[in-house]
DNA sequence: ATATTAATTGCAATCCATTCGCAATAAGTG
DNA sequence: CACTTATTGCGAATGGATTGCAATTAATAT
C-alpha cells in the first residue's frame, strides 16, 4: 500500500492518473529479478489482464521510464530490443553470454569514475551511460571451442 | 593499392567477391572522420554511384563488420540507428551531447579494465562491450539551464 | 580471350519492435 | 453523480534493417 500511494503520488504530481494497468506493469518489473523486454512484461501482464494491449504496456514502460521507477536497457551487441529493469537495484552493467544467452551482472566503479574523469577534464555533464559486454560466460568457453577470438 | 588488394585479400579468403560498391563503401568510412550510419553512407556513395541502392549498403556494412574493418556503434539513449566507424582508431567511447549532437571520443583503458578483472574473476571470455554516454558537452552546460539533474 | 558458375546487386516486398491516431472508456475532481 | 480529460484498446503506420528473387557481374577454368 505505501508502493501503490508512492506510484499513485508520482503520477497525480506529474499530470497523471493511476491506473490499473500501470500498478500491474509497475509491479511485475518490481518482482522479478529477471530482465524483461516489452513483449515479456505483456505476456506476463496479460496473464492477469487478459484485455490488456501492447501499445498500453510500450506507453507504460515509458512512462514509469520518465518518472525514473524502471531503467531501460540494451543487452548484447544486436540493439534490436529495450530490456526494462526497476532502478531499485545498485550500479551494475551487464554482460550477454552469446553462448547460452545468460546475463550476468557486472559490478563496477569503473564507469563512473570515467564519467568523473572527463566531466573533469571537459566540463561536460552526463546524464546517462549505455554499457553492455558480450562475450562468453566460463560455462560456455569451457564446453564450446569456436568462437571468434 | 595496398588497401585495395588488402580488401580483395580479406574477401578472397573469406570466399566473397571484390566488387565497386564494397570498395566505395569502405572508402567512404576510412576517409572521413564523421561517424556515419546507413543511410549516411549511401547518401555519400549514391553520389559517386547513382545505381547503388540502400539494401547493398546494408549488406556490405555487414560484409565489412564480420571481416573486422569497420565497427558497427550505438551513440546516445535512443539506439535507433546504427553508426559505423573503421578499426584504424584506437580504443575509444562516446559522449553524445544532448544539446548540440555532438559527438565527443572518449579515451580511457577503464573498460577494457573492467572486462579484465571480470574476466579473471569469472572465467568468461569477452567479445565486444558497447558503451555509450550522453550528457550536456561544456558549451552546452554554460548555455543551458533546464536538463535532467 | 571466352565460357562458366556462383556471388552479388538492384528492386520490391517484408520484417519487427515500437509508435500513433482515434473513438471508446475510465480516473479523479468538484 | 456529473464532468473533464487522461488513458486504453485497437488497428494502422512507422522506420530501420533484412530478404527473396531474377538479372548482373566477378573470378575461375578452358
Redesign the pocket.
Known amino acids: 500500500m505505501a508502493e501503490k500511494t508512492f506510484l ?1 503520488n508520482k ?2 504530481s506529474a ?8 500498478k500491474l506493469i509497475l509491479s511485475i518489473l518490481d518482482e522479478t529479478s529477471d530482465h524483461l ?3 515479456e512484461v505483456y505476456r506476463r501482464a496479460k496473464k492477469l ?1 487478459s ?6 504496456v ?6 514509469l521510464k520518465e518518472m525514473d521507477l524502471i531503467e531501460q536497457r540494451y543487452f548484447a551487441r544486436d540493439h ?3 530490456y526494462y529493469e526497476t532502478v531499485t537495484k545498485g550500479e551494475h552493467y551487464h554482460f550477454t553470454c552469446l553462448g547460452c544467452r545468460k546475463i550476468i551482472e557486472v559490478e563496477t566503479p569503473k564507469i563512473k569514475q570515467v564519467q568523473a574523469e572527463f566531466a573533469a577534464l571537459t566540463g561536460a555533464q552526463f546524464t546517462h551511460a549505455c554499457v553492455c559486454f558480450e562475450g562468453y560466460c566460463a560455462d560456455c568457453v569451457d564446453s564450446e571451442e569456436s568462437f571468434t577470438l
Open positions: 499513485a503520477l497525480k499530470g497523471l492518473r493511476m491506473t490499473p494497468q500501470r523486454d516489452a513483449e489482464n484485455k490488456l494491449n501492447i501499445a498500453t510500450y506507453r507504460t514502460l515509458n512512462v534490436g530490443v529495450e
